[in-house]
């Protein structure tokens, strides 16, 4: 270690927990954050300040001047840049010895399994349920340790999941919430993701290093409006385990091209502006319509779910099999173009 | 027979509390029963998706007793 970075983090080194080996552990660390919003922009702060080695931000959103009473990265000649971008910007000047790399892009199951990999520990800085459960299935089947919080006006959940075979966030939740409500439709207390973000900095940061009680199988809870606070127990469940692997095939990756066969089609497109082999049973349910109309798809058949170019169909199938409990849809990879005329 | 509630997120503001002590009557036993009538009393919406702690441990089966604390835990989406 340099004597620049000796005195750099001398504060931190002097801890008898850390030391010298402790800062090395931090500066080999690959830290990947996903969502770069107000939990996001503190964490990223505190990870880069601290010396964690690599640190990855994905996130497709741009900076909007209603972030900015939280995310506090950001500063009001950001406002129209990608997130990406300008966290970037800030954090190498704060640290230059931090390696930052970007990803202009919303979080899918491909990139998540292309990704995570790479990473040691991944960071959920997401306002929705989706991309959370996304998150866990993907870590469950990359086997990485994944550090939670979610925000709800003055109140704050924190939890890690996957941590040495501990409980996943399907355990803690089995049941997909339908319902997103984000910051944008009820406001959240400006502070509230910081103080989140930071204590998820902190148990990355304990996690690195191998050191306290990580909160692996319980949910902190926090409410800066009462100091209501809660510390909720709860075990892992191996049929939700099972679950979050299975959307591995679920998502049927690598399929390689579509041979159609004499199972029932469903169309999810708005419009069907190309009609396929009219042999073929298709049946044609627009991707708004599936809540109400989920009923008419057959359970005992295979049913090749398909769209455009196959990624709402993925999206498709996981909110059917998640709220309805399919098993039998599979996902045309390649949309319709893929299967056979 | 007295119960500690304690509400989070969008079922406090369902039930327009954050904690209340409740007085069981009726033979209530079971922790499903417990879970069943405090939505019915608030006409809340059971999607399945509101975790319930009791004592602060999940558990959503099983006897419910005097003393008890439970706590409604819906899940939070804003990051």
Not at chain 1, 151 to 174: A, D, H, V, W
Not at chain 2, 4 to 9: E, H, L, P
Request: hydrophobic share 40%.
């Amino acid at each position: 270690m340099s004597m620049d970075s000796f005195e750099r983090y001398s504060r931190q080194i002097q801890l008898s927990e850390i030391g010298i080996k402790g800062q090395q552990k931090l500066a080999q660390a690959k830290v990947l954050i996903v969502g770069v919003g107000g939990l996001g922009c503190s964490v990223a702060q505190h990870l880069v300040a601290s010396g964690v080695g690599i640190i990855g931000l994905l996130d497709h959103d741009l900076v909007d001047i209603s972030n900015l009473n939280r995310q506090i990265l950001f500063t009001e000649s950001d406002v129209g840049k990608e997130k990406v971008e300008a966290a970037k910007e800030a954090l190498v000047k704060m640290n230059d010895q931090v390696q930052i790399h970007t990803y202009h892009e919303q979080l899918s199951f491909e990139i998540a399994l292309d990704l995570f990999p790479g990473y040691d520990i991944i960071i959920d800085g997401t306002d929705n349920f989706q991309t959370k459960y996304l998150i866990n299935d993907a870590c469950v089947i990359t086997n990485k340790t994944w550090v939670y919080a979610s925000i709800y006006k003055y109140q704050g959940q924190l939890s890690i999941f996957n941590y040495e075979n501990g409980p996943t966030y399907r355990c803690l939740y089995p049941k997909i919430n339908s319902g997103n409500i984000s910051c944008g439709e009820i406001g959240v207390l400006g502070v509230l993701p910081a103080i989140l973000g930071t204590m998820q900095a902190s148990e990355a940061i304990k996690i690195i290093l191998q050191i306290g009680q990580v909160l692996s199988g319980k949910l902190f809870i926090i409410d800066l409006l009462t100091w209501q606070e809660q510390q909720i127990t709860f075990s892992k469940i191996e049929s939700q385990v099972k679950v979050a692997k299975s959307s591995n095939k679920l998502e049927n990756r690598n399929n390689g091209s579509f041979k159609a066969c004499s199972e029932v089609y469903l169309d999810i497109r708005e419009m069907m502006d190309r009609s396929i082999d009219p042999d073929k049973k298709v049946l044609h349910i627009p991707m708004a319509q599936l809540d109400k109309r989920h009923i008419e798809i057959p359970r005992d058949v295979p049913v090749h779910v398909y769209c455009q170019s196959g990624s709402r169909s993925r999206k498709a199938i996981e909110q059917l099999s998640e709220k309805y409990g399919f098993q039998n849809l599979k996902n045309v990879n390649g949309g319709i173009q893929s299967i056979s005329i | 027979m007295e119960i500690k509630v304690k509400y989070f997120g969008s079922i406090a503001e369902e039930t327009g509390k954050a904690e209340e002590t409740i007085s069981l009557q009726n033979g209530i036993s079971e922790v499903q029963e417990f879970i069943a009538f405090i939505f019915k009393k608030y006409g809340l919406i059971d999607e399945g998706t509101v975790q319930v702690a009791v004592n602060q441990v999940i558990q959503t089966e099983g006897r419910i007793q005097y003393g008890d604390e439970v706590a409604f835990l819906p899940p939070y989406a804003g990051g």
